[in-house]
Every structure is written in C-alpha cells, then in structure tokens.
C-alpha cells in the first residue's frame, strides 16, 4: 500500500509481427529510435548517459543513464527532465523484448514514477515561505 | 501556511498515501478508500488533518462531499501522469509504423 502510494507507473504493451532482434534495434539504434520516440544519442551500453531532446510538456531534454540491459531481451534507463526534477520525481523506464510462439515480439514498456518525498516536502517548505525553525531545517 | 503542520500531516505513510491518491484528481471519501486497507472513519481522519494542513480541499454538493488538493499542494505525480500518460501509447503507434517501414 505504501509502495503504492509513492510510485505510479504507466504500462504499454504491444504485440508485432517482427522479430525481436528488429525491435531490438527500434529501441537502442540512435536513428531508429528517434523515428518513433525523440532525437537522441543512445548508446546500449551498462552505465552510459545519454539525452533525448523534447519531453513532452516541457520540452527540454529527457537526461537518462543506462541501468540495465541484457542484450535483445531488455534496457532499463533513468529518465529525468525539467518536470520530474522540479516535482522531486525520480523516473525509471524499462523496455522488455518477448518472443512470441510465431515469431514475433511482445513489447513492454514500463514508466515508473517514485516521490522523492524529502525534497518534495522541502520544496514545499520552499515555496511556503514561512519562518523555518532550526528544527525544522534539520527534518528537511 | 503553516510549516509544522505541513511536516506533521504528511509524516504519516497513510496521510501520505491519501494525499497523494488525491494527485489524480478530485474525489470523495468512498473513492478515496477503495483500495485502501484503512477503514473510511480512519480516512476521513487523515483528510481533516491534511485540510487543517492547508494541503486539501472540500466541495459539498449535496450529500456528498468531495475532496482535491489545493494548488498549495504538491501534485508530482499526477504531473507526470498528465505528462506521460498518452505519451508512450502514442509512441508506440509510431513505432509500429517504423516497424513496418525497416528492413528485416
């Protein structure tokens, strides 16, 4: 029930007829990926930081960091723009590649959102604007 | 607003969780306490305190009264919800259509 209350998390599942070696590429190739998603300049590699350019309501860049990835099967990379770093949000988001019994692929994509509750309360002490006490500064 | 208060109100994990249940919108205290293990008294107790923290707000119409949270309180998550939500379903109408247009 906690967990639940400080994350939300946004699925999207499809299934296509291609392989998943090609969707493979569709997500980690820096062209192919732009077609669908937004400009960037991946690199499918364990700790690399890369950006896409255009968040959506905000505009900006999308600054991620690869997470995890285990090659044709799965890519997990941090998202973070303008909007989830004002809100305090820390975002996460994972790709999952199936192959399906006739050759296809079953694509899952997972956005996941977690209050970083601290700094949200911070900034919303911030925004307050009243009299903090040294007590109160510490809690923060 | 009231700085303590706000520490107090939102230092319960329950508190919290109604609070931030209500990010997605307005609600009444029966939605709210859908999916909740706490009993609807118990939730009623938790708005109080988050309205008397200047964090919520009440609406009657009627017989039923309904609660949001005020633009005073923070609404991250349903930020990135409004934000992302038909994001990636249309995202990925597109990369159907890149799909199709890749070579094997």
Known sequence: ???RSQQDEITVECTVPDAPEKVWRALTVPELLAAWLLPNDIRPEEGARFSLDGAPGEGGSVECEVLEIEPQRLIRYSWRDKGTARDGLETVVSFRVLPTADGGTRLRIVHQARVLVEKAVGQRLMACNSNVTPTMKMAA | MDTERIFRALADPTRRAVFERLAAGEMSVGDLKAGFDVSQPAVSQHLAALRKAGLVSERREGRNVFYRITPEGLAPLANWMQRYRDFW????????????EMEQ
């Open chain 1, 1 to 3: 029930m906690n967990e």
């Open chain 2, 89 to 100: 379903p249309e995202r990925v109408e597109r990369l159907k259509t890149v799909l199709k």
